[in-house]
């Protein structure tokens, strides 16, 4: 039972390079996030997937896309980095949404676009 | 609007002595409050939450959070921090089923 995992761990990118960042949760955990977390700022939702099929916008979605691609994949892609994208990108995932939101985090990616 | 403002970006405590994070929150009505820590280079774990059961919330590592609603505090304390306690601590405050807002952390410095 290895929780929530994300690949890789650290990533250097030129601008303008793509990229999509992994994460599978192994919980049979219905939902699923993306935040990054930026020094002084706390974290910030990027999309989230409900369930199975469903994606959403967070708070900060502009210049990613998500895919949902099973119940245990959730991943993350930056089409054209920017370095405005360099942060720490954490995958959460979550099972009762309304008796209890707690997330389980993976050990993020850390990612600097030069 | 529902914000969260963690009142010290920094706290540093001796070893054996009590921990003080301070957390205020904004919310139109009763909320859902958690505490998460993380670790140098680690993912984020759970400590406790607050969902309008008890005002006093007693989490792992021996942590406890007490839920003010007339001073709009979720304050976390614990009454001897010890050098494994050193992370990085959030308050979070749920807003829909989906949306959490996170503070912006307080970094917990332990002196020997």
């Known amino acids: 039972n290895a929780g929530v995992t994300q690949t890789p761990k650290f990533q250097v990118l030129k601008t303008g390079q793509s990229m999509t960042l992994q994460c599978a949760q192994d919980?049979?955990?219905?939902?699923m996030y993306w935040y990054r977390q930026d020094p002084g700022m706390g974290l910030r939702l990027i999309y989230y997937s409900a369930s199975e099929g469903t994606t959403d916008k967070g708070e900060v979605p502009n210049g990613y896309n998500v895919s949902r691609l099973n119940k245990r994949e959730f991943s993350l892609r930056l089409e054209s980095a920017a370095p405005s994208q360099t942060s720490v990108y954490f995958c959460?995932?979550?099972?009762?949404?309304?008796?209890?939101?707690?997330?389980?985090f993976g050990p993020g990616t850390r990612l600097t676009v030069l | 609007a529902q914000s969260v403002t963690q009142l010290d970006s920094h706290v540093s405590v001796s070893e054996g002595t009590p921990v003080l994070l301070r957390c205020n929150y904004s919310?139109?009505?009763?909320?859902?409050l958690f505490w998460y820590v993380q670790h140098p280079n680690k993912g984020l774990q759970l400590l406790l939450k607050y969902t309008s059961a008890a005002t006093l919330v007693k989490g792992i590592n021996g942590f406890e959070a007490e839920f003010k609603k007339s001073e709009t505090s979720f304050h976390l304390t614990k009454p001897s921090a010890h050098m494994s306690d050193a992370a990085e601590y959030f308050c979070v405050v749920r807003v829909s089923n989906y949306q959490l807002i996170w503070g912006a952390g307080t970094k917990l410095i332990i002196k020997p």
């Open positions: 959460a995932s979550s099972e009762a949404l309304q008796e209890d939101p707690r997330r389980i």
């Open positions: 919980m049979n955990h219905n939902s």
């Open positions: 919310s139109s009505y009763s909320p859902s």
